[in-house]
C-alpha cells in the first residue's frame, strides 16, 4: 500500500549508466512553455523543486550553490563590475546573485523563454528573491546568442552564460562553442570576465566539461586566463563544472584577503563560494584533468558538443 | 533529453513479482483526503486516470468494464430490482450503473470519504455522468458497515460492495469477512442479490478473489448460489475478480434471451457485460479453480484477508 | 537497505502506458545469440522465467496458458493430425503441447535460432521436457519463411507459428502478412489448421491481433474459417491474443463432447484448454470487436505491422 | 524493443528522495554469503562493480578514488607506518593500498565475511592486484570489533575502519560509536593514526558523517587531530565522507612538499590523494560546517547512529 516502492517519481535518464528517479511528494504547479515542459514539486529532503523536460535544475536544499558557482567567482574576480550580462538563468537566481555586489549598475538578461521567467516570478519567490523588480535589472526574452551579435561593443564587465546543455540536435548546442564564446567576448569590456556553466564534473561524463575548457583556452588572445571549476551540486547527484574565462585578470591569483575585502567593500555574503573555499573551488580532480588530456576538444559550430545519454 | 525512459511516472507495487510504472502525461489534479491521497492524470493511451495512494483505480479506456462487472451481473439478475445499495463506490460509476435500470426507485450510495467524493462531483463526471444528481440517489458519508447494522432489514434487492482492497492492517479488512457479508445479508430482501470486487483474477495473486468466494459459500443458509466472475480490466494489467451471492435467483441459469429481455425492459445498454458474454464472464479458468482448491479459506473478522504485495 | 523498492529488476517497456519492473531474485543464466539476448532468472510468484532482449516470453507459473493456447485449439480442431509443423517456438513447449497428440507422426519445428534453442536444451528442461528427444520430432535452424516457400506441397496437416511480435524493423514484421500466411497455407494439406500468436489482447493496445484477424479473414478463399482467441497470461500482464484459421473446419462447431472424446482418444490432458473452456477461450470481449471495427487492416509485406510502444 | 527504459537494472534507494537505477549490461557473478548478497556486474560507462544487498558498493570506474581516501591520508601522515590494520575492507583494495607504502611490515585485515573475501580473491583481481597475497598480507575472518578486543596493546601504526553503514538494526552500528573508537584506540601506538570511512558527504544527508567527526572529537584525550574529509565517487553519485583521527600528527598542518617527499621515500604513486589535492581534500564545503552545526551528535553504543533511507 504505502512503501517505499510505491509513488510519484520523475525519472531522469543520467547517462547509459543509470536513470534517477526522483520522489515527488506533491506536485505544485506543471505546465508547458513553447520551448520546454516544466514541473515545481516538492521532492522529499530537496524541498522545492524545478524540473525542465523532466530533468531536475534546481532544489532549494542546494540552489545557492549552483548559482553561487555561477556568478560570485567571476564577479569576484572583476574588480569593479558595474555592467553585468546574464544569458539563460530562468530562476533569476544567477541573476540575483550577480546583484549582490553593489558596485553593479545595471544587469541585462537575456532569456528566450519569456512564459517559463513568467511562471518564475509567480511561483519561485524563493530563487529570484525580487531580483527582477530590482532597478538595475533589464529582463529580455529573445536569443541570447542574435541579441550578442547585434549588441557588439556593449562593454559588459560580467557575462554570465547560464544556458541548457548542449543536447544532440537541440537548441543550446551552438551556445557551447568557440564562435558563440568570442561572441560574448565581443560584448564585453577589455578586462571582462565570462563564466558559464559547463555540464558534470563527474568522472562518469566530464566530456563536455573539459572540452569548454579547451575551447576557451583556444582562444588566448581573447582569454589568456581560463580556469574550470566545480560546485557540489547533492541535487544533480554529481559534481557540476563550470569554466571561468578572463581577458585580463587571474583567478587563481586572487588571495583570500583579497576576496573578503571585495566581499566585505560589495556586501556580499556567500554560503557556499566563501573566501576560505575560493582555492579548492578551482582545485580539479585528477580524473578531470584525465578525461582532458584524454578527450577534450574543440567546440565550433560545424562541430558542436551533441550531449547524449 | 526526451526519451522513453525519462518523464513521471506512478510506479506501484503489483505484488513481489513486480513494480508497474504508469506514466503520468499531465497531472490534473492532486490532494489528500483524511482518508487517502489521490491523483488524476492523464496517462497515454488510458487517458484521465484516478489514483489512490499510488495505485490505479480506473481509467477513461475502460472503466466501463470494471464498473459494468461491479453493477450489472447483479442488478440483471434480479428479476425486479427497486432499492439497491452501494457500499463505498467513490467514483459514482457503480452508482451510474446501477441506475441505468429503470425499475430502481432509489440508490443509496454509502461511501466514508466525503471529500473524495466531493472531489469527484467536479472533477470526474465522466465516472458518475450525472449520477449523484438522479432524484433516487441518497448519498451518505459514513461507515458502511456500521450503517447496515444501524439498518438491519432495510430490505434492499441488490447490495454492490465496490470497496477497497483488504490490506493488512487496513481499514477493509473487515469488509471481507463472513461478518460483514452477514451484515450485507441482513440488509437485502428476501430474494436479495449481492455482488462485490474481490481482489486479482490472475493467477500471481488469486488468494483474495478465491477466499471470497469459500466465504460466501460457506453461507449456504443465506446465499444458496455463489458465482466468481471476472472482469479484463486492461487498466490493472490483470482480470479482476468479482464474485456475487444470491438468495434466490441461480446467475448460471440465467439465459441469453432472458437477459436480452431484461435489459430491454429496463434500457439497458452495456459495452462489456452483454448477454452473449454473460456465460464468458462467469466462466473461471482452471486456474482459479485450482487456487481455490489449493488456497482458500473463509476470512472471518479474527481471521481476515491480509492483502500484502 | 531491503526494502521493495531496493532490488534487481528487468524493466520491460509496455507500451507508452507503462514500464514494467519484473523483479529478478536470482540470475540463472544470461547470454546473447545472434539474434537476441536471453536471460533465464528467478522472479517471485512467477519461478524461473525467460526474458528475451529484456521482455518477458515465458514463466513456469502460467507457461502452460501460453503453449496449450498455441498448439491445442488448433491440434484438437484437425480430426487426425499426423504431421505439424511450429514456426519459431524456441521454449519447445508449443512442440511438446502438440506431442501430445499421439495421432502425430511427425513435428518439424524450424527455428532460426539454433544458439537460443541449445541453450533451452540444457537449461529450460520444464519447458521442452524432452520433446527434442522425442522420435517424432525434426528440428531445423533456418529462416521459417524461406524454409516453407522451399517445402511448398509438404502437407503439413497443422501449422503453428510462435514467432516473435512484428517490431518496427524487426525481423518479425514480414511473418504477420498476407503473403506469409499465404505461404503457410501453401504447405499446408487441404484440410490443415493454422495458429498463430497474434499479440496483446488488451483494450489498450489490440491492432495487432485484430489486424491478424481481418488480414486471414481477407483470405476467405483459403481459409473459410477465422476465429480470434485469447488466453490469460499473468506472466505478461494481459490477456494474450491468438488465431486460428482452419481450410475446412470450423472452431466454433465444435462440442465439448467432442473436444472430450478427441483428448480422451488421443491422450491429451490440459490444464489450461479444457473442453468446458473452449467456448470461453473464443468468445472475444466486445472491446476486440471494437476494435477491429475501428481500426484493423490487411497487413502486407509492403504495409506490415509496425509493432512500437 | 531495446530502448533506454527497458533493460536490467539495481535499483537502489538513496534516500527518501530518489531511487537509483544502475543499469546492468552483463551479469558476471552472483550470490549470497552468510551476511549479504553479491551481485558482480558491468554496468555502462562504470565497468565491472560490485553491489552488496543491492548497493553499489565499487566500480572500476573510480574504486581507486575510495580506496586512496580510505588509506592514503592516514598511511601517509604518519611518519614511518610499519604495522597496519583494515578493519572490514572486502575488495582487498584498502589494503592493496596500505601496502603501497613500503615502510610497511605487516598489514592485517579483518573482514567478517569469509564467502566474500573468497570471491573476490577470484573474480575482483583487479581491486586486490595480489594484496591478499602479499607476504606482509595477515588475513582474519572474524568480527573485528571483538578481535581488537582480544589484541588491546597491538601496537598498530594506522588503523583503517572501511565497514559498512551503521543502516538501522544492522551489525554495523555499532562500528560507529564512541566505544568502538576507542578500542580502535588501544590497539593503536602511541602515534597511532585512525581514518574510517564515514558515510554520504552530500548536502542531503551528512548527518552520519558529521556525527562521525563530533564523535571522534569528543575523545579530544585520545585523539587530540580530528579532521573530516571527502572524495569525489562518481559511482555513489556524491562525494563520499571520511574521518580521520590523530593522537599525535595534524594533517592540516601536512605540507604538499613533505607529503612528495613520504610519496617518493615509500614508493606511492596515486590517481586521486595527490600531494596538490591534498589541501581540498580536507576543505569542507561549508554546508558540511553547517550540517555539523545542526544535527552532529556524539555516537554511543546506547545511542547508535540509525541509517535510514
Redesign the interface.
Known amino acids: 500500500?504505502?512503501?517505499?516502492?510505491?509513488?510519484?517519481?520523475?525519472?531522469?535518464?543520467?547517462?547509459?549508466?543509470?536513470?534517477?528517479?526522483?520522489?515527488?511528494e506533491?506536485?505544485i504547479l506543471?505546465g508547458k512553455t513553447k520551448y520546454q515542459t516544466y514541473?515545481i514539486c516538492e521532492?522529499?529532503?530537496?524541498g522545492k523543486s524545478l524540473f525542465l523536460?523532466?530533468?531536475i535544475q534546481t532544489s532549494l536544499?542546494?540552489e545557492y550553490?549552483f548559482h553561487e558557482c555561477m556568478s560570485q567567482p567571476a564577479m569576484t574576480l572583476h574588480p569593479n563590475p558595474k555592467k553585468v550580462l546574464v544569458c539563460g538563468g530562468g530562476e533569476g537566481a544567477t541573476l540575483r546573485e550577480a546583484l549582490k555586489h553593489n558596485t553593479v549598475e545595471s544587469a541585462t538578461m537575456v532569456d528566450i523563454d519569456e512564459e517559463l521567467v513568467d511562471m518564475v516570478k509567480d511561483h519561485m519567490k524563493e530563487w529570484h528573491q525580487g531580483a527582477f523588480e530590482d532597478p538595475r535589472t533589464i529582463l529580455l526574452h529573445t536569443d541570447a546568442r542574435q541579441w550578442m551579435v547585434e549588441n557588439k561593443g556593449a562593454n559588459f564587465d560580467v557575462v554570465l552564460s547560464d544556458l541548457p546543455n548542449p543536447?544532440?540536435d537541440?537548441p543550446a548546442q551552438f551556445l557551447f562553442t568557440e564562435e558563440y564564446f568570442q561572441i560574448c567576448a565581443d560584448v564585453m569590456s577589455e578586462d571582462g570576465v565570462f563564466a558559464m556553466q559547463a555540464g558534470s564534473a563527474?568522472?562518469?561524463?566530464p566530456e563536455c566539461m573539459v572540452s569548454c575548457i579547451k575551447t576557451l583556452e583556444n582562444m588566448k588572445d581573447t582569454f589568456p586566463y581560463v580556469a574550470g571549476y566545480y560546485g557540489?551540486v547533492?541535487t544533480f547527484?554529481?559534481?557540476w563544472g563550470f569554466v571561468l574565462a578572463s581577458k585580463k585578470y587571474d583567478p587563481l591569483a586572487l588571495a583570500v584577503e583579497e576576496i573578503e575585502k571585495r566581499f566585505a567593500a560589495r556586501g556580499v555574503k556567500n554560503?557556499?563560494y566563501?573566501p576560505?573555499?575560493h582555492?579548492?573551488v578551482f582545485?580539479l580532480?585528477?580524473?578531470l584533468i584525465?578525461a582532458y588530456n584524454r578527450s577534450a576538444r574543440v567546440l565550433t559550430d560545424s562541430e558542436p558538443f551533441a550531449?547524449t545519454?
Chains 1, 2, 3, 4 share one sequence.
Open positions: 500500500m504505502s512503501s517505499e516502492a510505491t509513488g510519484m517519481f520523475i525519472a531522469e535518464t543520467h547517462t547509459s549508466a543509470a536513470i534517477w528517479h526522483y520522489r515527488v506533491k506536485m506543471e514541473q521532492v522529499p529532503r530537496f523536460d523532466y530533468n536544499m542546494d550553490i543536447h544532440e537541440g563527474n568522472e562518469n561524463y557540489l547533492s547527484f554529481q559534481p554560503r557556499y566563501t576560505r573555499y582555492q579548492s582545485t580532480p585528477e580524473y584525465e550531449w545519454a
